[in-house]
T-cell receptor, first 111, second 115 residues
Framework: TQLLEQSPQFLSIQEGENLTVYCNSS?????LQWYRQEPGEGPVLLVT?????EVKKLKRLTFQFGDARKDSSLHITAAQPGDTGLYLC???????????FGKGTTLSVSS | DAGVIQSPRHEVTEMGQEVTLRCKPI?????LFWYRQTMMRGLELLIY????????DSGMPEDRFSAKMPNASFSTLKIQPSEPRDSAVYFC?????????????FGQGTRLTVV
């Protein structure tokens, strides 16, 4: 069974701090995606990482795909209140037909 | 494009009643997915369609759940009879890429409460 474990489950920080959240699995994924979900809304795609070791940057967000394609991390530099939300990682199921999701990290950034 | 549109946004119903959730995918998207989100289990795939045909319904929890896609612009998820444990946020998503699930646009969800 493919599972994606995310940690930490909750994170509460002050504006300006840096943070890293993790997405781990014992299974190999062809790609992993990161989504952000705000209260009352659906998840919104942030990035897809495909190649082992790949690093992608999206403004203050840095995403890394592990060399073995079993894990990924999201690093946020100088967090802002607008970064508050639920961060979900997702990967294709073994059939390659649909996404399976981790349970997410709930991030709260206070000013 | 207005994105994936779901209705209603909120639904409160009594146990035993029939509930119908609706979804309009993004025009031109060939794949439509229904997900359910709870605190305990996170986002779970229920069923997905390709070109209006159900492809994988292995995530549908039991026979009380059914989904249809009569045309390319409309899908329904029905629960009959509803139970309190069905309370969750139900999301519809659509995609036009291959692999189909890799990039999905989600609706705003329907928050279902069964009392």
């Amino acid at each position: 069974t493919q599972l994606l474990e995310q940690s930490p489950q909750f994170l509460s920080i002050q504006e300006g701090e840096n943070l890293t959240v993790y997405c781990n699995s014992s299974s190999v994924f062809s790609s992993l995606q990161w989504y952000r979900q705000e209260p009352g809304e659906g998840p919104v795609l942030l990035v897809t990482v495909v190649t082992g070791g790949e690093v992608k940057k999206l403004k203050r967000l840095t995403f890394q795909f592990g060399d073995a394609r079993k894990d990924s991390s999201l690093h946020i530099t100088a967090a802002q209140p607008g970064d508050t939300g639920l961060y979900l990682c997702a990967g294709l199921n073994q059939a390659g037909t649909a996404l399976i999701f981790g349970k997410g990290t709930t991030l709260s950034v206070s000013s | 494009d207005a994105g994936v549109i779901q209705s209603p946004r909120h639904e409160v119903t009594e146990m035993g009643q029939e509930v119908t959730l609706r979804c309009k995918p993004i025009s031109g998207h060939d794949y439509l997915f229904w997900y359910r989100q709870t605190m305990m289990r996170g986002l779970e795939l229920l069923i997905y369609f390709n070109n209006n045909v159900p492809i994988d319904d292995s995530g549908m929890p039991e026979d009380r759940f059914s989904a249809k896609m009569p045309n390319a612009s409309f899908s329904t998820l029905k629960i009959q009879p509803s139970e309190p444990r069905d309370s969750a946020v139900y999301f519809c998503a659509s995609s036009s890429n291959w692999p189909p699930g890799e990039i999905a646009f989600f609706g705003q969800g329907t928050r279902l409460t069964v009392v």
